[in-house]
């Protein structure tokens, strides 16, 4: 362990948060052996004013890629010192893992085992833009989220280790001499070849991570704001027409929030949705108590790679309101979404809503 900057007491406040975080993270968890790696540096932590970040020096090597890390930054907490150590652990042995991916890691770790303010900070904020997804700032945590959902499609059991393992399978080769490091395959290709055989372009998983954020208690039971709607209306004015006020990025969702009245219970609610192309969409509609709750879903069958997509809301005599819900999947046309895509491309949408005809 080592702390370099700030005075002699933080310095020494520091290096005992770091080195309990090391025992956690690296020991108690399926980090790598750190203390066995020939290669590695001492696990550094730079003081600094800024928030945390994860600076990165290729290691020359004829195996797998590996790299130099250094924490710069960052509150003097245990939170951030779990999130060095789990970003520093990850960036060693995968460097080419996309930073918001990092960020994502390392503040998941953190709001794991400690308050992780950093990270909840984040995710309120994100909560305000979700169209914006948890990909979009390679600086900020907001992939925690992404984290997350793995941890909670792993084996019973498995969950600790799912993160992990889902983040280093892809560890990559650069061939010696490339001028650029070689960044396939990623997370998403993991994902792809685990889940994709019934699951699509990560559909139903991007989608149901969209509907999990619209719950009101947040990741890991940590209170969070629900994802701001893009357009609340009530069924009385329908039929509607909406154009999402701002573009999707991948893994970026949009809500739509319908307040029922007695003839769209009766009748039920139909959906139309056109977007541009240049990516992948799903879809789907909720029923909500009356305390926003998610009572049921439903799913909205879409054409691969397709841009629109129809489906209907029936039997909602005891729904409060109905929730549409738009997730950008990235990609398009034979090719699938690519973390390390920057900047990620925004498309639009447009949602139409209608009461159905009375039985």
């Known amino acids: 362990m080592c702390v370099e ?3 002699p007491e933080s310095r020494q406040r520091a290096l005992r948060l770091l080195l309990d975080a090391y025992e956690l993270t690296v020991l108690g968890n399926q980090g790598p052996a750190w203390s066995l790696d020939p290669r590695a540096e001492p696990m550094l932590w ?3 004013p800024g928030r945390l970040e994860f600076r990165l020096e290729p290691v020359l090597t004829l195996g797998f890629d590996r790299a130099h890390v250094r924490c710069r930054g960052g509150e003097l907490t245990r939170s951030t010192a779990l999130a060095c150590a ?4 990850l960036g060693r042995v995968v460097p080419s893992t996309a930073s918001s991916l990092t960020h994502g890691f390392a503040g998941y770790h953190a709001l794991l085992h400690d308050a992780g303010l950093a990270t909840s900070s984040a995710l309120s904020q994100a909560a305000r833009t979700p ?6 700032d390679p600086t900020l945590p907001t992939a925690a989220l992404l984290v997350e959902r793995i941890f909670a499609k792993a084996t019973p059991g498995q969950g600790l280790a799912a993160p992990w393992l889902a983040l280093v399978l892809p560890a990559t080769k650069t061939t010696p001499g490339a ?10 290709d993991v994902l792809e070849s685990t889940l994709g055989q019934a699951d699509p372009h990560l559909a139903l998983f991007l989608d149901e991570l969209s509907a999990l954020r619209w719950s009101p208690s947040g990741p890991l039971g940590t209170a969070l704001s629900a994802p701001e709607p893009a357009w609340e209306v009530d069924a009385a004015s329908l039929p509607r027409n909406l154009v999402l006020p701002r573009p999707l990025l991948p893994t970026g969702s949009a809500y739509v929030v319908v307040a029922l009245d007695a003839a769209t219970r009766k009748a039920g609610l139909a959906l139309r949705t056109f977007c541009e192309s240049g990516s992948r969409y799903a ?9 926003g709750r998610i009572q049921s879903r439903v799913a909205i069958a879409g054409r691969d790679s397709g841009t629109s997509a129809e489906g209907m809301l029936r039997q909602l005599d005891e729904t409060h309101k ?5 997730t950008s999947l990235g990609g398009g046309p034979a090719a699938e979404l690519d973390p390390d895509e920057t900047p990620l491309p925004g498309h639009s949408c447009q949602v139409a809503l209608d009461r159905l005809p009375a039985p």
């Not at 789990?86 to 652990?89: L, W």
């Not at 169209?131 to 979009?136: C, I, K, N, Q």
């Open 179 to 188: 001028t650029q490091p070689n960044a396939e395959p990623d997370l998403f």
């Open 46 to 48: 730079l003081l600094e």
């Open 5 to 7: 900057g700030g005075d």
């Open 322 to 326: 109905a929730l549409i819900v738009g």
């Open 86 to 89: 789990a970003g520093s652990s």
């Open 283 to 291: 879809w789907s509609m909720a029923r909500l108590d009356d305390q």
């Open 131 to 136: 169209e914006r997804g948890v990909l979009s």
